[in-house]
């Protein structure tokens, strides 16, 4: 079965600053999505960045980039310039190629962001 | 703007009575999911829909009883419910269960506190 960890419960940022969240997975499929999500108080879930295992180039969204290890499977979020709406749980999800395939989430990681 | 629309927004409900959520989506998506989701947790999959027949039950308590009246309709009929199933309750909509790299669109989800 796959899982998803994000090990840091909490982190913290000042505004303007660049802070990373880490995700490890573990899986035996080849091909696969990874994705983050972003939860704020306002309660949706909003996609913020989405990388293919199959291609080695590191997905980019703005402000949000990511750093994708696959030989590692590891999947961390990079947040560039950080403003204070990005303070939210964040959560980082695994989904296989299967036809049934669900999306397996990590337990999360709230970020608050210092003015 | 959410592209998934859920109501009620907020939900009271005693253990006796019944309630009904409802999600809408106009993306033409043929795959809808309903999650339910604790404080500062992940969201738990409870329903899949795929072209509006049940393909997933999470082994969900037979008091969670989801309809799928159309591909744009997603409800979840509720009943004799116990205080342990306040929650709130997501609901998503994505191009189609088969399509792995296809995310899912959340909605801004039903609070639901059972007294």
């Known amino acids: 079965a796959q899982t998803v960890t994000q090990s840091q419960p909490e982190m913290s940022v000042q505004e303007a600053e660049t802070v990373t969240l880490s995700c490890t997975y573990d899986?035996?499929?080849?091909?696969?999505?990874l994705f983050w999500y972003k939860q704020p108080p306002s309660r949706q879930m909003i996609l913020v960045i989405r990388?293919?295992?199959?291609?080695?180039q590191n997905a980019t969204e703005n402000r949000f980039s990511v750093n994708f290890q696959k030989a590692a499977k590891s999947f961390s979020l990079k947040i560039s310039d950080s403003q204070l709406g990005d303070a939210a749980m964040y959560f980082c999800?695994?989904?296989?190629?299967?036809?049934?395939?669900?999306?397996?989430f990590g337990k999360g990681i709230t970020l608050s962001v210092r003015p | 703007d959410t592209e998934v629309t859920q109501t009620p927004k907020h939900l009271v409900m005693g253990m006796t009575n019944k309630k009904s959520l409802k999600c809408e989506q106009h993306?033409?998506?043929?795959?809808m999911y309903w999650y339910k989701q604790k404080a500062k947790k992940p969201p738990e999959l409870m329903f899949v829909?795929?072209?509006?027949?049940?393909?997933i039950n999470e082994s969900v308590p037979s008091r969670f009883s989801p309809e799928c009246p159309n591909s744009s309709l997603l409800n979840l009929h509720l009943h004799a419910l116990q205080p342990e199933d306040s929650a709130l309750y997501l609901c998503?909509?994505?191009?189609?269960?088969?399509?792995?790299?296809?995310?899912?669109?959340f909605g801004n989800g039903t609070r639901l506190t059972v007294t």
């Open positions: 990388q293919e295992a199959y291609k080695q």
């Open positions: 998503a909509s994505s191009q189609g269960q088969g399509f792995y790299n296809s995310p899912l669109h």
């Open positions: 829909y795929s072209y509006e027949k049940l393909s």
């Open positions: 999800a695994y989904r296989s190629s299967g036809a049934n395939s669900k999306l397996t």
């Open positions: 993306m033409g998506h043929r795959a």
């Open positions: 899986t035996s499929e080849s091909d696969y999505y």
